[in-house]
T-cell receptor, first 107, second 113 residues
Framework: AQRVTQPEKLLSVFKGAPVELKCNYS??????LFWYVQYSRQRLQLLLR??SRESIKGFTADLNKGETSFHLKKPFAQEEDSAMYYC?????????FGTGTRLQVFP | DTGVSQNPRHKITKRGQNVTFRCDPI?????LYWYRQTLGQGPEFLTY????????KSRLLSDRFSAERPKGSFSTLEIQRTEQGDSAMYLC???????????FGQGTRLTVV
């Protein structure tokens, strides 16, 4: 079955603390994985994708095929990082989303 | 704004009425997707088009739902005989090709009373 699991509904940290948002997937093929973010009152937008292997806004994510994970990390959280984060698995015809993790960064 | 556009932004309807939503994708994008999102859930896939062809429909898309994309441009999603369980945010997205970035609209929030 194709599935994306985000075990944490809410993650609260203080500014400057490290952040790790967990994502695990189930897919029989070669996975294409994305992180999408939704800031308050804004539309869902792409944050990063594993194939590009780049850091966006200080966030990185590494695909671990052995653990079937694609966790999102940032060493020092900022208040403006507060948002809803969705991990997504791309098949040939659609994106399959996890249930999302709300990140709250307190000053 | 040259991104994906959805209309209306909000719709309140009485149970049993029909509603239609519109999505205008980014003009050069050949793929168009519809998703539904309820509180506490991620977006759930409903259907997608490649140009004007509807290539896949989710089991979530009951026979009361129909989607079209005439001429491979804008798309409409119609819900007939709405039920309270249809209350949700309906999201449209477009992309160019498979496994590429999907650009989302701001969604249409449907409330069935």
């Amino acid at each position: 079955a194709q599935r994306v699991t985000q075990p944490e509904k809410l993650l609260s940290v203080f500014k400057g603390a490290p952040v790790e948002l967990k994502c695990n997937y189930s897919y029989s093929g070669s996975p294409e994985l994305f992180w999408y973010v939704q800031y308050s009152r804004q539309r869902l937008q792409l944050l990063l994708r594993h194939i590009s292997r780049e850091s966006i806004k200080g966030f990185t994510a590494d695909l671990n095929k052995g653990e079937t994970s694609f966790h999102l990390k940032k060493p020092f959280a900022q208040e403006e990082d507060s948002a809803m984060y969705y991990c997504a698995l791309s098949t040939t015809d659609k994106l399959i989303f996890g249930t999302g993790t709300r990140l709250q960064v307190f000053p | 704004d040259t991104g994906v556009s959805q209309n209306p932004r909000h719709k309140i309807t009485k149970r049993g009425q029909n509603v239609t939503f519109r999505c205008d994708p980014i003009s050069e994008h050949n793929r168009l997707y519809w998703y539904r999102q309820t509180l506490g859930q991620g977006p759930e896939f409903l259907t997608y088009f490649q140009n004007e062809a509807q290539l896949e429909k989710s089991r979530l898309l009951s026979d009361r739902f129909s989607a079209e994309r005439p001429k491979g441009s804008f798309s409409t999603l119609e819900i007939q005989r709405t039920e309270q369980g249809d209350s949700a945010m309906y999201l449209c997205a477009s992309s160019f090709g498979e496994n590429t970035e999907a650009f989302f609209g701001q969604g249409t929030r449907l409330t069935v009373v």
